[in-house]
């Protein structure tokens, strides 16, 4: 199958996810711009969660282009 024509079948589903991971990259770009006035083991934290869930998003992307969902 065309991978147009699965992006296109799927699409809500995907900008979900697309959101979920601009929404974290806004939030690390916050976190880095802050990073004097809040403590470095707060950032480690809060930057690796936030690498988590864009990693989890991304892969249930490549999940749902490559499987699909029944809907």
Excluded at 47 to 60: C, D, E, V
């Amino acid at each position: 199958m065309d991978l147009w024509f699965m992006i296109k079948e799927h699409y809500m589903l995907l900008s979900v996810f697309l959101i979920i991971i601009v929404i974290c990259l806004f939030f690390l770009l916050f976190t880095w711009k802050k990073y004097s006035s809040i403590s470095k083991s707060l950032i480690i934290v809060v930057t690796i969660i936030y690498l988590i869930i864009i990693l989890l998003s991304i892969f249930a992307i490549v999940f749902v282009v490559s499987f699909g969902y029944n809907a």
